[in-house]
């Protein structure tokens, strides 16, 4: 970065560095999102009785299985999620055991990404800063875009 007094100059790299860090932040805390609802929604008290009383999770596992016999995660890799479905009982196991580190990263990330936004000035009004600085107007930009992504929650009624 270069700077010019205390305002710094972005240039085109700077920015889609910084755009690639927002964007796999983003990244990181959907999953997070996700195993959190899944987490939530495996806990919640009568969900798995509910589960093994309509068979249990023997048709999912069976065709993850034969997913991941068939070696279709080498010809598909977008869908090589579906091998964590051969044993859900694991995977449920995995997503408790690791619920407190998932909790601990999604605060870091959002810490990481207020940080972003402070250090390059994105609540800024200054119509200097945002000439010197376009990118601002971008960072902002893919900042929020990723509070829009959120998953159900789940609550006691």
């Given at each position: 970065?270069?700077?010019?007094?205390?305002?710094?100059?972005?240039?085109?790299?700077?920015?889609?560095?910084?755009?690639?860090?927002?964007?796999?932040?983003?990244?990181?805390?959907?999953?997070i999102r996700a195993c959190k609802f899944f987490h939530t929604v495996m806990t919640w008290p009568g969900v798995s009785k509910a589960i093994d009383d309509v068979g249990g999770w023997d048709k999912i596992e069976y065709y993850a299985q034969m997913f991941m016999e068939c070696k279709l995660d080498k010809?598909?890799?977008?869908?090589?999620?579906?091998?964590?479905?051969?044993?859900?009982?694991?995977?449920?196991?995995?997503?408790?055991?690791?619920?407190?580190?998932?909790?601990?990263?999604?605060?870091?990330?959002?810490?990481?990404?207020?940080?972003?936004?402070?250090?390059?000035?994105?609540?800024?009004?200054?119509?200097?800063?945002?000439?010197?600085?376009?990118?601002?107007?971008?960072?902002?930009?893919?900042?929020?875009?990723?509070?829009?992504?959120?998953?159900?929650?789940?609550?006691?009624?």
């Open positions: 970065l270069q700077k010019e007094g205390s305002t710094i100059i972005l240039n085109d790299n700077d920015i889609d560095e910084i755009l690639l860090d927002i964007s796999e932040s983003h990244i990181v805390l959907s999953g010809d598909v890799p977008d869908e090589m999620h579906f091998q964590h479905l051969a044993s859900v009982a694991l995977l449920i196991k995995k997503i408790d055991k690791d619920f407190d580190l998932l909790c601990k990263l999604e605060k870091e990330c959002h810490g990481s990404l207020r940080r972003m936004w402070k250090r390059f000035r994105c609540g800024t009004r200054k119509k200097e800063v945002l000439r010197l600085n376009p990118g601002i107007r971008v960072i902002q930009k893919y900042l929020k875009a990723g509070g829009d992504t959120y998953f159900p929650s789940v609550t006691n009624c």
